[in-house]
C-alpha cells in the first residue's frame, strides 16, 4: 500500500491533532461553564490565543500588521465573537456531543449562503445535500416537542456564524495571509468580549484560570495546525477531520460524564455527517486556501 508521505506530514497529522485539539478545548469549556458565563469563557479563550500570537507577530514589524481592509477584520471578529458565545453557552447547558455536532453543521450554512454571497450556484445533488443535513438538525433539535430547547437553537446559531466568518475570510485571503488574519481575530475578539465584562465580570479561582488558560493554548493550537494543514492541501481531504473532534468530544462526554445521545440524535448526526461530507467531496465549501507545496 502505497502511502503520500507529503500528505501524511501536511495533511493528515495536523488535521488529525487539530481536531484531537479543538476536542480537548470544548472539554475545558465544559468544565469551567459549572462556574463561569459564557462570555467570560470566551474572553479568557481570546486572551490566551492573543497572548500567543503576539510574540509571533510583533518581530515581523509594523508593516506586517498594516492591512487595507481593517473594517473586515473587525467584523470577522464580531462574528468569531457571536460563533464562540454560542458554542460554548450550548457546551454548558446542552451537552458536549450535541453542542460539538451542532457546531459542525457550518458547511450546511456555507451551502447555503454561498448563493446570494458568492454568486455561486446550487445543483441538484447540493440540495438534496442541504436538506438530507437539515433533516438531522431537527433530529437534533427536536422541534415540537418537550426535548426542544433554546440553548440547542443556541448551539445552531454557532454552526451559521462560523459558517458568516468562512465565506468572509474568503473574501480576505486575497490580499491577508493566514498570520495576519489569525492576529487580528485574536485582537478584536479579545477587544469585544473585554468590553462585556464591565458588565459580566466574575472573578474566577485558580482552578477556571488554569482550565481557560489550557483552553485556550489547545484552542490557538487546534487552529494553527488546521489553518496549516489547509494551507497545504486542497479543502476536500482536510475538512472532513471536522466531524473527529465530534467523535472524540462524544467519547469524553460519554466516559466523563455519562453523556449518551438518544437514537434520535444518533440519527441526525448520521444524516448531518453524511451531508456535510458530500457538500466537501463536491468541492461546493468556499475555501480561501487552495493547493499549495509546502515550503
Avoid at 502505497?2 to 475545558?28: E, N, Q, W
Wanted: aromatic letters at 12%.
Amino acid at each position: 500500500m502505497h502511502i503520500d508521505k507529503r500528505y501524511l506530514i501536511h495533511g493528515f497529522l495536523p488535521a488529525f491533532f487539530s481536531a484531537c485539539c479543538f476536542a480537548v478545548m470544548a472539554t475545558c469549556i465544559k468544565v469551567a461553564s459549572s462556574e463561569l458565563p459564557a462570555p467570560q469563557l470566551v474572553f479568557f479563550r481570546s486572551v490566551v490565543g492573543l497572548l500567543i500570537i503576539l510574540p509571533i507577530v510583533l518581530p515581523r514589524g509594523i508593516e506586517f500588521i498594516k492591512t487595507p481592509i481593517l473594517h473586515l477584520h473587525m467584523f470577522r471578529g464580531f462574528i468569531s465573537l457571536c460563533a464562540m458565545t454560542c458554542f460554548f453557552y450550548a457546551i454548558g447547558n446542552v451537552g458536549l456531543s450535541e453542542a460539538t455536532l451542532l457546531n459542525a453543521t457550518s458547511p450546511l450554512f456555507v451551502g447555503i449562503l454561498a448563493i446570494p454571497a458568492l454568486q455561486e450556484k446550487i445543483c441538484l445533488r447540493t440540495a438534496i445535500a442541504l436538506i438530507i443535513g437539515f433533516i438531522g438538525v431537527s433530529f437534533i433539535l427536536k422541534p415540537g416537542t418537550a426535548f426542544f430547547t433554546f440553548a440547542a437553537l443556541v448551539g445552531l446559531c454557532s454552526g451559521f456564524f462560523i459558517a458568516c466568518a468562512k465565506i468572509l475570510v474568503r473574501y480576505m485571503a486575497s490580499t491577508e495571509p493566514v498570520l495576519r488574519t489569525v492576529f487580528y481575530f485574536s485582537v478584536f475578539s479579545t477587544l469585544y468580549s473585554g468590553i462585556l465584562m464591565i458588565w459580566l465580570w466574575q472573578t474566577p479561582n485558580m482552578h477556571d484560570i488554569l482550565v481557560m488558560a489550557l483552553a485556550g493554548f489547545f484552542a490557538t493550537g487546534g487552529q494553527t495546525l488546521l489553518t496549516y494543514a489547509f494551507t497545504h492541501n486542497e479543502a476536500v481531504s482536510v475538512a472532513p477531520f471536522t466531524y473527529v473532534t465530534v467523535i472524540i468530544a462524544t467519547l469524553i462526554a460519554w466516559l466523563v460524564w455519562n453523556e449518551v445521545p438518544d437514537i434520535g440524535s444518533g440519527v441526525g448526526a448520521i444524516l448531518i455527517i453524511s451531508a456535510c461530507l458530500s457538500l466537501s467531496l463536491q468541492g461546493k465549501l468556499p475555501n480561501p486556501w487552495k493547493l499549495k507545496k509546502p515550503r
